[in-house]
């Protein structure tokens, strides 16, 4: 697979200072792409620091609330202005709170929309101004061919929004992934003249820290999703390395230049099947 094109682009990824998003950030590395990360923590992790002169690119942490219109608006200004272009947007910051339906409290649903939708709404809307602009500065013809000029705009989603499970009550959280999935078809749309991709990967089952969070409060819930998980005997869950094959190609203008408006569900399976009954307690 040739994803010689990431070299010398400008990748912005949110929610990369752990989890998901920083085996993006790593795997982006490899392939030479500079990397500029948005997360609200203060202070940049050192495995993500390292990347930069491991793999000889620009490494930039900025830390930012996403959730803030404002603040993802002049952070992105920032980016634009530390890398001088933006190529791709790859969205990974997300939360997740575990509360029934019924009991479902009013600032857990604000939250988890305010970060989960709103705030990957407002980075990739900024991400994709800045594009457009750098496309039109130095192309005045449109259409743009996808594979020789353009960007690559990417939502993390979740196998939840194909399949939700039996041992977890995440009303908000599916509904907030399931409305980000809801803006892949239209911004394809939108930004198809532009030759900018836009599409999600929803990820299946993931040993990540926000799963390790979830699995102290819920001892029986990883058990529960290996059952859940076709590939691996039900014995594993799937790993974020898991999903840098998938995550790589639609980054790349070359591997990935003809794929948009797609949601990817990468998850061993797990979505392909009749589960089979969560145990109790
Ligand atoms: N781990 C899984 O099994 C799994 C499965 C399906 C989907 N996902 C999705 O993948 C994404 C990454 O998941 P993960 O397991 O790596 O989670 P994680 O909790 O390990 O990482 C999420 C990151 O988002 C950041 N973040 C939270 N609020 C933010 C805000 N307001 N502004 C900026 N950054 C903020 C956190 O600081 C953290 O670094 C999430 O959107 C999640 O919903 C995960």
């Given at each position: ?12 990824i ?29 202070a ?13 690119i ?32 790859v ?14 409290t ?103 820290d ?5 699995q102290?409060r ?29 995550l ?34």
């Amino acid at each position: 697979m040739d994803v010689s094109d990431l070299k010398g682009k400008t990748a912005v990824i949110t929610g990369a200072a752990r989890g998901l998003g920083l085996s993006f950030a790593s795997a982006l590395a490899q392939a030479k792409c500079n990397i500029a990360v948005l997360d609200i923590v203060d202070a940049a992790p050192e495995d993500l620091l390292r990347l930069g002169a491991q793999h000889e690119i620009r490494v930039e942490y900025y830390a930012c609330d996403i959730s803030s219109k404002s603040h993802a608006v002049s952070t992105i200004t920032r980016v634009e202005q530390d890398f001088g272009r933006i190529d791709i947007n790859v969205s990974a910051a997300g939360v997740v709170s575990d509360e029934p339906f019924v009991s479902t409290t009013e600032q857990n649903l604000e939250r988890t929309m305010a970060i989960n939708f709103n705030g990957s709404f407002f980075v990739a809307q900024a991400c994709a101004a800045s594009m457009i602009k750098r496309i039109e500065s130095s192309q005045s013809k449109l259409p743009i061919d996808p594979v020789t000029n353009g960007g690559s705009i990417i939502f993390i989603t979740s196998i939840a929004t194909h399949i939700p499970s039996a041992a977890q009550n995440i009303c908000a959280y599916i509904a907030s992934k399931a409305a980000v999935k809801g803006l892949v078809k239209p911004l394809a749309v939108e930004m198809a003249p532009y030759g900018v991709r836009v599409n999600s990967i929803s990820p299946g089952y993931m040993m990540t820290d926000m799963m390790r969070g979830l699995q102290e409060r819920q001892p029986d819930l990883v058990r529960q999703f290996q059952k859940e998980t076709l590939l691996g005997g039900g014995e594993r869950i799937g790993d974020p390395e898991n999903l840098l094959g998938p995550l790589v190609m639609i980054c790349s203008s070359k591997a990935g230049g003809w794929v948009t408006g797609q949601d990817l569900l990468v998850d061993g399976g797990a979505g392909s099947w009749k589960h089979p009954v969560a145990s109790e307690g």
